[in-house]
């Protein structure tokens, strides 16, 4: 079973809504990430915080938000989405962001998002 | 760079049936490898992983091997059920950098009973 617990499940929202994605880890993991998959497509990087500090954002567009409140938490907070932002929103975590021996990564099981 | 590249799919096999999915990569330092498995409508798991080479990693019944001479990580099972039915992504993590994942393009296999 994941640790990793991503709230809603699915999300419909129109072009003009804002809503956010939660995310909550309970291993005690100091990474924690965002990534978006669309249909029969690996996982592709969105967002990293490492000790709640965002350490890498892959060029996202600034209608998707990230906040860190603490170590356990992660959001996504979204903003005037277009149709071809629909796509499973997994939040990840691993043990820490540091270098040396690579982490594992753990998933949740992900988020709907329909944008209409 | 870091990449890594699996087999096309999907792949199709009949129940009890021997599995391998091929997955080779490329990497600059010295990576970790891993195995995700995506059920349908599901997240990624982890199924398995090897940190070093000649590590074997292995997990219900499924097994990969870390061979560095060959930059291979090949996932097998000798007798797939129905419920094994998934998409599975071979994936590596640079040792000099943890926090980046490189993902293969997954390979979708249906088992048919």
């Known amino acids: 079973d994941t640790e990793v617990t991503q709230t809603p499940k699915h999300l419909v929202m129109g072009m003009t809504n804002k809503k956010s994605l939660k995310c909550e880890q309970h291993?005690?993991?100091?990474?924690m990430y965002w990534y978006k998959q669309k249909a029969k497509k690996p996982p592709e990087l969105m967002f990293v915080?490492?000790?709640?500090?965002?350490?890498i954002n892959e060029s996202v567009p600034s209608r998707f938000s990230p906040e860190c409140p603490n170590s356990s938490l992660l959001n996504l907070h979204l903003h005037a989405l277009q149709p071809e932002d629909s796509a499973l929103y997994l939040c990840?975590?691993?043990?820490?962001?540091?270098?040396?021996?690579?982490?594992?990564?753990?998933f949740g099981e992900g988020s709907w998002l329909t944008v209409v | 760079g870091n990449s890594v590249t699996q087999m096309e799919g999907p792949v199709t096999l009949s129940e009890e049936a021997f599995l391998t999915i091929n997955c080779t990569y490329t990497a600059t330092g010295y990576p970790s490898l891993f195995w995700y498995v995506q059920y349908p409508g599901e997240g990624l798991q982890l199924l398995l992983k090897?940190?070093?080479?000649?590590d074997k990693g292995s997990n219900k019944g499924f097994e990969a091997t870390y061979r560095k001479e060959t930059t291979s990580f090949h996932l097998e099972k000798g007798s797939v059920q129905v419920s094994d039915s998934a998409v599975y992504f071979c994936a590596l993590s640079d040792r000099r950098t943890g926090n980046q994942f490189y993902f293969g393009t997954g390979t979708s296999l249906t088992v048919i009973p």
């Open positions: 990840a975590s691993s043990q820490n962001a540091g270098t040396g021996m690579g982490n594992t990564i753990y």
């Open positions: 090897a940190t070093k080479a000649d």
């Open positions: 291993m005690g993991h100091r990474a």
């Open positions: 915080y490492s000790y709640e500090k965002l350490s």
